[in-house]
């Protein structure tokens, strides 16, 4: 018998992750992630809807998304659904249906200046994207010089 459950959704977080822990140390970090759809509908007239997805990370995960998400940031978030249920202090039978996400990508720059990425100069016929790391025997790909700051090309999406 096959199964598969996978979610995989892009998006900006609607709050700023909130970093717990259990009660063996294990990290947990929770956030919500908005995904916005667009259509026409059967008169031409454009229409828009937004959906509301909440997402857990677990482990280093759940660390490196609370140093590096923020409200508004866009991601890349891939997992498993997962719904929990349990029973209010008001004694209502509650239930909630969450991303337990097993990788995340950052689509967009921080806004607050910083940079996590070096744009390619008009001089240079390649740049790579900056590494926080202090040695960097394995560099990333190069980015084209030609690239425009922040476009996205699509056949550059490895999925």
């Given at each position: 018998m096959?199964?598969?459950?996978?979610?995989?959704?892009?998006?900006?977080?609607?709050?700023?992750?909130?970093?717990?822990?259990?009660?063996?140390?294990?990290?947990?970090?929770?956030?919500?992630?908005?995904t916005n759809r667009a259509w026409n509908d059967p008169?031409?007239?454009?229409?828009?809807?937004?959906?509301?997805?909440?997402?857990?990370?677990?482990?280093?995960?759940?660390?490196?998304?609370?140093q590096i998400l923020a409200k508004?940031?866009?991601?890349?978030?891939?997992?498993?659904?997962?719904?929990?249920?349990?029973?209010?202090?008001?004694?209502?039978?509650?239930?909630?249906?969450?991303?337990v996400a097993e990788n995340m990508l950052v689509l967009d720059r921080p806004k607050d200046g910083a940079t996590n990425f070096v744009a390619p100069s008009e001089n240079s016929e390649k740049s790579f994207p900056a590494v926080d790391s202090p040695s960097n025997d394995n560099p990333p790909e190069s980015v084209p010089a030609n690239a425009k700051e922040g476009e996205v090309n699509l056949e550059d999406i490895p999925f």
């Amino acid at each position: 018998m096959l199964s598969l459950n996978r979610a995989q959704i892009i998006g900006n977080l609607t709050r700023d992750p909130e970093l717990r822990y259990t009660a063996n140390g294990q990290a947990v970090t929770s956030f919500g992630v908005a995904t916005n759809r667009a259509w026409n509908d059967p008169s031409g007239e454009k229409k828009e809807a937004v959906e509301f997805h909440d997402v857990v990370t677990w482990g280093k995960l759940a660390e490196i998304c609370k140093q590096i998400l923020a409200k508004g940031r866009k991601v890349y978030i891939e997992g498993r659904l997962q719904t929990r249920t349990w029973e209010g202090q008001d004694g209502v039978k509650r239930q909630k249906t969450e991303i337990v996400a097993e990788n995340m990508l950052v689509l967009d720059r921080p806004k607050d200046g910083a940079t996590n990425f070096v744009a390619p100069s008009e001089n240079s016929e390649k740049s790579f994207p900056a590494v926080d790391s202090p040695s960097n025997d394995n560099p990333p790909e190069s980015v084209p010089a030609n690239a425009k700051e922040g476009e996205v090309n699509l056949e550059d999406i490895p999925f």
